[in-house]
């Protein structure tokens, strides 16, 4: 006598028509991460990993090593898709290669509350083993490149040409999905890391002593070509990196009346100066600044203030 009732529930959803190979991983990696796939693959065998630890002592005891189903991931609300084939990457690695997936949306895809962005087919274990990795990956990027496009919407409302860039201000070990995010949201990316480029920030000049003897020490080693930058935090040091010949000028949380009375001093003095300003930039003060006339809006909470979509993963077992 069966003691209880498997209940098979109805499946509201329609598989997607379009198949994903890994061709579509590989171009992503190289031409969207810029870089190899190999790299890309070794993160997601970490998160994995992390996640899976000993293995997952439920799905021993529900014995579905060989048992198949369908799944669909849902979005509950509205958003622009970022991430897509790391996710399906990683479905594919938690099961070996084995899994069937498809989906009918690309990277940067406005996707709708009900939508199906991915589906699949294949062993319930190696599904249920990648879900989480897959899903937190995705709601992060696409959470950052939704509140990306949107304060960019806004800024373009005032101003046509000034760049929204993000900082490096990012979770160690994800800076190259969260700036592809920002990317994939209409954002430029600023340095990528120390490396990217010469930029004096207030440690800097305490360590050098004085604007002007820093410039100095870094233009004698930087590549005539290269950019350099400096950050400043009033208009005294403004004008010392002004009339120093800096390439581009951080103004780091100056006032709005500050702003303005930089610009009409750039424009006065060098045309070719650019401005950046950085410091407390959100949604609430974007008009303000973005008909500044400052060439660059630096925003950390591009990424650190950005929320996670939410999406979910819906499993149906096969007969």
Known sequence: MELFTKVKPHCPFL?????????????????NLGVAPNRVTKDILLWLDEDHGAGDPTLFAAQAKNQTA????????????????VMCE????????ELKLFSDF?????????????GGKGNAAAILLGERVALNLCAKLSGITTK?????????????????????????????YEKYATRNGGARNHR?????????????????????????????????????????????????????GADVIMLDNFSLEDVHQAVKE??????????ELSGNLDEKNIKQI??????????????????????????????
């Open 192 to 244: 990528h890391g120390l490396d990217s480029g010469s930029m004096l920030k207030e440690n800097h000049l305490r360590y050098f002593g004085s604007i002007e003897y820093a410039l100095d020490c870094v233009s004698n080693k930087t590549p005539v070509l290269n950019k350099i930058e400096i950050e400043v935090t009033n208009l005294v040091e403004f004008r010392a990196a002004l009339n120093k």
């Open 290 to 319: 973005s008909s500044s006339g400052v060439d660059y809006l630096s925003m950390g909470a591009l990424i650190h203030k950005a929320i996670w979509i939410d999406i979910s993963l819906q499993l149906y077992m096969q007969d």
């Open 70 to 85: 369908n799944f669909y991931i849902v979005a509950k609300q509205d958003f622009i898709l970022t991430g897509l084939p």
């Open 148 to 176: 990306t496009s949107s304060i960019l919407t806004e800024i373009r409302k005032y101003s046509p040409s000034i760049y929204l860039l993000e900082t490096r201000k990012t979770t160690p070990g994800l800076r190259i």
């Open 90 to 97: 990683t479905f594919r690695l938690a099961s070996g290669g």
């Open 106 to 118: 690309k990277e940067g895809d406005q996707i709708k509350k009900g939508d199906v962005l991915l």
């Open 15 to 31: 598989m997607p028509e379009t198949e994903v190979n890994q061709t579509n991983f590989n171009n992503f990696c190289n031409l």
């Open 266 to 275: 750039r424009n006065n003095f060098n045309k070719n100066t650019k401005l």
